[in-house]
């Protein structure tokens, strides 16, 4: 009888214990599949839920901005950018920087604005631009960058003049700069990030002719397992978006990569793609490298800066040829970033012959030509001035 009432107490402690530690853990691992899903809804806020005291610390007053650039004279204005006019400014502490003002009407939302300060804020890489900080008040939106003392690259390289400054080392220099700071955006950095929109004018050159990429506005933020996307909102500029980002909304890594093919084209002729200049005739610049490259005249693509010794010359054309890889029309086939960086710093390595670039018109019969021919129509349009896209609906 004793056993018992001694085996009927056990089981009373017992069950009661067991059930509460089935319910402990049942709850955690509920609390832990919402807490996952919810990461896997929401990646800007999962991934940023904990940053928000980190961005504060990077506020500045606007009347602080305002001093620094002179209430945002114009002697102080260095551009326009996609989302507003950009300004030098000189902190109390003597720093210099460079301060975006964001348009009201620019078309960045609330999120667009937070992705941009707490991303950027937070990447670190010799060819990236560095944002030191930001400013909300009201309806003003102020992103205060470090400075770079000598402006984009399109001020040298479209500029006769200026041009001559670039020589083949520091052209060299600048390309393998950019694609070291893309692939840090793409697979280095903490977080995946396409730009969407490269171009000469959003590269920056320091003291030293360094390259840092800049003007991270449109930039999509990625979580480490994803790729690409998909986005009836296009942003970016003619000549250098891929196509089946501008025709279809489709972008990934390979359209970053196109638009490093387009750039390194016009670092190597000094033309800009839009406007490509052979003799009297204008012309299309990926078709025009392409045909000059399949008939072995690549050196005809060749800046006449830089046409020196032999020597030159065929570094230049294997960076012609890999500029010709980023720019193939499937994107399946284009290079990623960390193969472009192995290609131009092993010159021993053989390189794979590129299929036809887009736009090229190669496909008679291709229901897309009609695209092709819009888009094409639109660059020649818009050759007298570069135009960004902020918001294009695609077929």
């Not at 709850?27 to 832990?32: A, E, P």
């Not at 980190?54 to 602080?64: G, P, V």
């Not at 909300?136 to 690259?153: H, M, Q, W």
Request: charged content about 20%; aromatic content about 8%; hydrophobic content about 40%.
């Amino acid at each position: 009888m004793k056993g018992l009432v001694t085996a009927r107490t056990v089981i009373i402690t017992v069950v009661p214990t067991v059930t509460v530690v089935i319910l402990i853990v049942c709850t955690f691992v509920i609390l832990r599949k919402r807490q996952k899903r919810k990461h896997l809804l929401n990646p800007i806020e999962s991934i940023h839920g904990d940053d928000t005291t980190t961005a504060e610390s990077l506020q500045y007053d606007f009347s602080a901005i305002q001093a620094a650039t002179d209430n945002f004279s114009n002697a102080n204005k260095l551009g326009q950018g996609g989302f507003g006019p950009v300004y030098k400014g000189k902190l109390p502490n003597g720093q210099e920087v460079a301060v975006k003002r964001l348009s009201v009407g620019s078309g960045q939302g609330d999120l667009e604005f937070k992705n941009e300060v707490l991303l950027v804020a937070r990447l670190q890489h010799r060819n990236l631009v560095r944002l030191r900080g930001f400013c909300l008040d009201g309806t003003e939106r102020l992103l205060v960058y470090e400075f770079v003392p000598n402006a984009s690259l399109d001020h040298f390289l479209f500029d006769s003049v200026k041009r001559r400054q670039l020589d083949w080392e520091k052209r060299y220099k600048i390309i393998g700069g950019i694609a070291k700071g893309i692939l840090y955006l793409h697979e280095d950095s903490r977080l995946r990030i396409i730009h969407r929109d490269l171009k000469a004018s959003n590269v920056l050159l320091d003291a030293d002719m360094n390259p840092k990429i800049s003007d991270f506005g449109m930039a999509r933020l990625f979580t480490l397992d994803e790729t690409q996307g998909n986005t009836s909102r296009i942003v970016g500029t003619y000549g250098y978006m891929a196509p089946e980002y501008a025709m279809h909304g489709q972008f990934s890594v390979k359209s970053d990569v196109f638009s490093f093919g387009v750039l390194v084209l016009e670092i190597l002729s000094g033309q800009r793609n839009t406007r490509f200049r052979n003799g009297e005739s204008v012309e299309d610049l990926l078709s025009y490298a392409w045909t000059n490259w399949r008939e072995g005249t690549s050196s005809n693509l060749i800046d006449p800066i830089l046409r020196g010794s032999s020597g030159i010359v065929r570094d230049i054309t294997r960076c012609i040829h890999i500029a010709l890889l980023c720019v193939q029309e499937n994107a399946a086939d284009r290079p990623t970033m960390a193969a472009v960086v192995l290609m131009l710093s092993s010159l021993s390595l053989s390189l794979p012959v590129p299929s036809g670039p887009a736009y090229s018109m190669h496909n008679v019969g291709n229901p897309e030509n009609s695209l092709i021919q819009e888009y094409n129509s639109r660059m020649s349009r818009s050759s007298q001035n570069e135009v960004s896209i902020t918001e294009l609906y695609p077929r």
